[in-house]
Structure formats: C-alpha cells, structure tokens
C-alpha cells in the first residue's frame, strides 16, 4: 500500500445521491426514535428472526443501539471513500488504473453505506412500530433483500475491478 498513488477520485452525482440517502437514513432514524421514545413501552423488541417476527426482548433504552450504531459506521464508510488507497484490492493499483479502481472503491463505499443504514432505519421503525403494538413490515424478504444487496454489491465490485485491470 505504501507504493500506491494517493489520487482522490471525485464523487459523481450518483454516489452523492447515495450518500444523502444514507446520511438521510441515520437523521430519520434519531427522529423516529425521538418522536415515538414517549410512548414505548418498557420492554421492546431487541431481535428478529430471519421471517422478521420479533424474538428477542430488552429494555426501552436499547432503542438508542441501532441509531448510535449507524452513526458511527455509516460516516466511516463515507469518510474512507476520501482514502481509497488505504483500502484492499482484488487487483494491484498502479498508477495507469489507479482512478478507476478508487473509483469503483468509492462507489462500493457509497452504496453499502446507503444500504446499510436504510437497513438500520428499517430496523428501528419496525422496532418501534412492533412496540407499540403494531405489525412487522419485515418479513420474509427482508433477510433475502438486505443479503442480496449486501452481497451484490460487494459482486459487482469484484467483477468490476477485475475486469477493469
């Protein structure tokens, strides 16, 4: 890593995009933890199983971890698309493909981070509406499509960067 060119490739319009969507996510999360905090329950859902029913309970307070968690991970992903020389590669980064492949990182980072926090916001209104006594909008496919997206993305990357060698 010590040998690779330092560039920083812009962010397009679309990873823009994303990362508003992402931060978006983390900013709802808080305002729907704040507006429904007055009337949750002592005891709430702290767990799901993979047909998104609720099976593990704790606390009022643990309503707090997903929000704080997102807000932590999520401006990490999004401050490390400005170094993207400090990540690992499938392939070797030279100067000739070092914009490209940074920019393929840079896209990766910004749609995990999207995804990832739409996932923790999806986790908190369905905590919070479980809570009050509502129904779970996780279902069966929420497993499935949170996976999927996790895992083609991080697909679309490899083939991307390998094939842009």
Not at 35 to 60: C, E, Q, V
Not at 117 to 145: E, K, N, Q
Request: hydrophobic share 55%; proline share 6%.
């Amino acid at each position: 890593m010590k040998n690779r060119p330092k560039i920083r490739p812009p962010c397009n319009f679309f990873d823009r995009v994303l990362e508003a969507i992402a931060i978006g996510g983390i900013l709802f999360g808080f305002f729907l933890v704040i507006r429904g905090w007055s009337g949750l329950p002592a005891t709430i859902p702290t767990h799901f199983d993979a047909a998104g029913n609720a099976d593990g309970w704790g606390p009022k307070y643990m309503i707090l971890l997903l929000p704080s968690i997102s807000v932590v991970m999520i401006p990490l992903m999004l401050f490390l698309r400005r170094f993207p020389w400090l990540t690992n590669t499938l392939v070797q980064i030279t100067e000739e493909n070092a914009e490209h492949q940074y920019a393929l990182i840079v896209r990766l980072l910004s749609v995990l981070a999207c995804v990832i926090s739409l996932l923790f916001l999806s986790l908190v209104y369905d905590t919070i509406a479980i809570a009050g006594g509502g129904t779970s909008l996780l279902g069966c496919w929420f497993m499935p499509a949170f996976i999927i997206s996790i895992v083609g993305s991080l697909l679309w990357y490899f083939v991307s960067a390998v094939h842009a060698r």
